[in-house]
């Protein structure tokens, strides 16, 4: 089997990957997308540390199922919000929306 | 050293699946482009679920993230039409998060490799047990009275609040 680093390596590119595109992009819908790697990387450690430590323990596939919940969740909301803000200001890039500026 | 068979080889399609479809989505300027990468390092990501025997996780990366939440993103960029092809595609400071993302990696590489946190991560001959929690007893973990009932109820009220709250958000105040 594949050890356990070349996983946590792999996840942690994505997960790098994914902070890059959470900071740089100006689309908020880029940026959620962004945000979904990295959930789904983490869910990658998440699992591979239950398979390769405690694999007749539940605990690890039941954290990472509840990451599911919360990533559908965040993007249900999200995408409700930018759809919001785009009806209202016919932009999603995160710059425009300045409302809350001082 | 690395035996080559199936599941080594596996492991390498799906890591490209994987990093290359989570550049796709940071790189690519149509945001359509974009969701279907996204779609790509998530399939990715549901191959490494079945290599590290969850076939359950796996089933779920592909009907709640491809199934739900990239079919949900790309609505939003139709429904956002204006701004799916943008000629900048990033912000002035996208260096600095260039920076940062790679320090991060850097960061966590060397934590990974080298024994930082202790060597939980990284020792190399680990016994792995063949002994694997079967789907059957992570239902029976989320439903009884002693081990996750009560997360599994407070996930599914969240679950509906979210629903709610995304038709109120969305929704055409005006008609």
Redesign the interface.
Known sequence: MVPLWMYLIVAAIVFCIGVYGVLSRRNAVAILMSVELMLSSVNINLIAFWRYTAPENMAGQVFAAFVFVIAAAEAAVGLAIIISIYRNRRSVIVEDVNLLRG | M?ELNA??IA?FIF?IF??GG??G??TSSN?IH??LY?II??FG?AG??V????P??AA??VL??IG??AV??I???M??R??TR?T????R??W???L???L??LM??VG??LPVWGN???R?N?P??D???TTE??GV??VSGD??VL?FEV?SL??TG??I???V??R?TES
Request: aromatic share 12%; glycine share 6%; net charge negative.
């Open positions: 690395l599941a080594t492991f890591s994987l990093v989570a550049l989505v940071v945001l974009g969701a996204l390092s998530l990501g490494f679920f290599l590290l025997s969850a359950f996780m779920v990366q709640v993230y739900a939440i949900l993103i609505f939003a960029v429904l956002t204006s701004m943008m900048e595609v990033y912000n400071q996208w600095l998060s260039a940062a993302g790679a991060l990696l966590l590489v990974v490799i939980g991560g990284a190399p680990m792995i047990s002994i694997v929690a007893a992570l973990a989320f081990q996750y997360p996930a969240l679950l979210v629903m709250g995304a038709i958000l969305a055409d």
